[in-house]
């Protein structure tokens, strides 16, 4: 499917007519009625001579004023979207202020929380999201990234109550007749409309500081001892993240809020960021989990999103994809190169994923339905990737003295993928063109397939690439390091790719011992690897960096060999590396394998482990042992208690995948197991779309109810349309639910509903999406409303054929799994008789 979906169009910033200077806003909040009362107070600069007539975005608005400083009403236009007020002949540089009285009861850009009889423990809170062009729909503005001014607000809020903004704090006051507190903050380095932020609620304030920077915790009061886990790390990183940069902390200080149903994970308004209270975890959670980085993220933002803004939504990759970077900078600082390059490994996946999935899409694009359409893993995850591969082609030094030429450049400004190109050439004298038209302004990744053979008469090493990615993806000019370990000794060579078939030689006075392509998987691409089987053993055995032996166990499994000695060399190394990702995917690869020696050794290092992150892997490879009650056993074992809640819910997925009778009972009673994030009730209903139990489907459409816990609920309505497909007989009763929940008051359960109804299936749901699509409020929803009507209109038949045949192919999986077993005993019996 393509990304530009029909009705997409070009979007370009607008006009200004005038420079907004400050923003001054007073509100009240009402949060019964759910209700803003404001005066916004702008102070514009006009740009030419002339008749000066300002348009601002405000939406759903009731204008009760729109005067000058002296109070005489100006004339102005309204159509419930867009004011423009006649501003009358101005000079060039003129500054002017004006003055709007409001009220408003948004649907978007601003959330009033409270409880309900459903959600009886929900707080009571405000808070703001305007990224990406939602402020609008509470105070009116130029809600435009390239458009930056000062500001500051003034809030008036119930006396028991905590507010926060952008900026400094210069005064707090309460009314004790009115019983009301209010907050004035300021922020005096101009920053993006869409990054001004208002919270309120009834918080505890902790603080910190890094070096000269104060630092503010908001969170619930009685999960204190939470957010000290959460953002202890803030003083680090704040620290590095400035070297890195070449650019102090720019916003004077810097405040994290921790809020209930927030619609993103994390937003990154100027020195007050905003998260989800998802983040905050107990102790028992972060034995494997770990706010970092997230918070890592938001931060990076402050001077990558904040202080660099993007100067128009279609280049937002250079705050999403400069952030998610940080992420990755941030962990293997703190952390190591191995988790960093793992963490990286995911990412890629994240963006292969969407881009064998959903579609691909140049990184730099204007052709959208609205700005949210571009938030997508191309953004974040393959931005991320993008600026890996420029730091590892030119080399730290050039890479970060280009990224400082970057940041002191256009400080306080908005940029363009132009101005990085310009600065690291201006820096480093390097021409970046070629590299960002292909991986930037391209749609697309390297496809390739790499085959290695050695010469023994010639003394030469044979590598044949071939680039296999279709159109409109380019043919890539790229440089591909292989490394030849030969006679102990470790040497790189870098071929340069340039064709869609090549050939290279490499002579070496003795047989390589190990042959590794692209080590430390610095490149963004998909790689089909063919080299002999002694080979991907050294690799796995003894390769430098654990990313590349996490790849030798990949391309093991991915080869199929089933002999003694892949066996023991995945076994050793799921026992023995010293990396916990490499002991867990050498595990995985072992699972595939499928034999009973295979299930038998995975199954007692799962006792072994100490590593929650690694045992979640080596419980995840017993999931692939099919009708197999010995790795039941295993699995029910892990699900009966484990330190890790994590593991525990992999367990519960495991145990399903088994297909054990005993699944559907151990599933049921774990499900009102409490655990964070609902992870392992999650993973319950997950299993129960897994077993294929249609008893199954009547605890999902429970646990998908308003007022179940809302992380579950979606798990329940992915399961609901997975098993509502297999059962034709309950097929129009699960639509007619899950279209229900087109209509959720939560937006992750309307996404998961529209999910539901693409794995159902059922062309029926069409004109139920049509309608989602035009009115849904969220921007996600609507995108992915439109793809799954499209699909669904389209792809009815292919899916049915589909589903026949994945059924066909289980079918067999048992027959498969008995044959490599002979295989192999019979590969065991020849050896022996050789001996």
Known sequence: MPFELPGAEPAFAPDRVVDVKHIRLEVSLDFADKRVDGVCTLTLSALNDGPTRATLNAVEMSLHAVVDPEGEPLAYEYDGKQLVVDLGERQEGEELQLILRYSARPRRGLYFIAPDAAYPDRPTQVWSQGQDEDNRHWFPCFDHPHEKSSSEMLITVPGHMVALSNGALVEERRDEQAGTRSFHFKQEVPHASYLITLVAGDFAVLTDQAEDIELFYYVPRDRKDDAVRTFEATPRMMKLFAELAGQPYPWGRYSQVAVAEFIFGGMENTSATTLTDQTLHDARAHLDFSSEPLVAHELAHQWFGDLLTCRTWSEGWLNEGFATYFEILWKEHSVGRDDADYD??????????????????????????????????????????????????????????????????????????????RAIEDATGW??????????????????????AWDDGERLARISVKQKQAAPAPTYDLPLVVRFVVAGEARDVTLRVRRAEETFVVAWPEAPSQVIVDPGNH??????????????????????????????ARGMAKAGEITKEAI??????????????????????????????????????????????????????????????????????????????????????????????????????????????????????????????????????????????????RAAIAAMGALGALFPSRKAAVRERLVELLEDGDFRARIAAVEALRAL?????????????????????????????????????QADALRTLREAVEKLEGENRDLKERLLKLEVARKEAAK
């Open 344 to 421: 990286r490994q995911l990412d890629l996946e994240a963006y292969l994923d969407e881009a064998g999935g959903r579609y691909q899409r140049p990184i730099v694009t204007n052709v959208y339905h609205e700005p949210i359409d571009v938030f997508d893993r191309h953004l974040y995850e393959k931005g991320a990737a993008v600026l890996h591969m420029l730091r590892t082609e030119l080399g730290d030094a050039r890479f970060w003295k280009a990224v400082r030429l970057y940041v002191a450049r256009h400080q306080g400004g908005s940029v363009e993928t132009r101005d990085l190109v």
């Open 431 to 452: 021409n970046g063109d070629r590299f960002f038209r292909q991986w930037v302004h391209a749609p697309g990744h390297p496809d390739l397939a790499v085959e290695y």
């Open 523 to 552: 490149l963004l691409k998909t790689l089909d690897e063919k080299k002999p089987s002694p080979l991907w053993r050294a690799q796995l055995a003894s390769a430098e960096r654990a990313i590349d032996r996490v790849r030798a």
């Open 568 to 713: 023991d060399a995945l076994a050793k190394a799921m026992r023995t590396d010293g990396f916990w990702a490499a002991r867990g995917e050498a595990a995985l690869a072992l699972g595939q394998l499928k034999t009973e020696a295979a299930r038998q050794a995975i199954a007692e290092a799962v006792r072994e482990e100490a590593h929650p992150k690694a045992r979640r892997l080596l419980v995840r490879a017993l999931g692939q042992f099919r009708h197999d009650e010995a790795a039941a056993d295993a699995a029910l074992a892990v699900l009966a208690r484990d330190a890790s809640y994590f593991v525990e819910a992999e367990a519960a997925s495991t145990l399903a995948k088994t297909r054990s009778h005993r699944a559907y009972p151990a599933l049921v009673e774990a499900r009102d197991r409490r655990s964070f994030l609902d992870v392992v009730r999650s993973a319950c209903f997950g299993g129960m779309a897994e077993l294929r139990d249609e008893r199954g489907l009547d605890l999902a459409i429970e646990g998908a109810a308003y007022g179940q816990p809302p992380a579950a609920r």
């Open 761 to 797: 299936g059922d062309a029926d749901a069409v004109g139920a999406l049509k309608k989602a699509e035009r009115d849904d409020l969220d921007g996600r929803v609507r995108r992915r409303a439109r793809e799954v009507a499209k699909a669904l209109a389209e792809g009815a038949p």
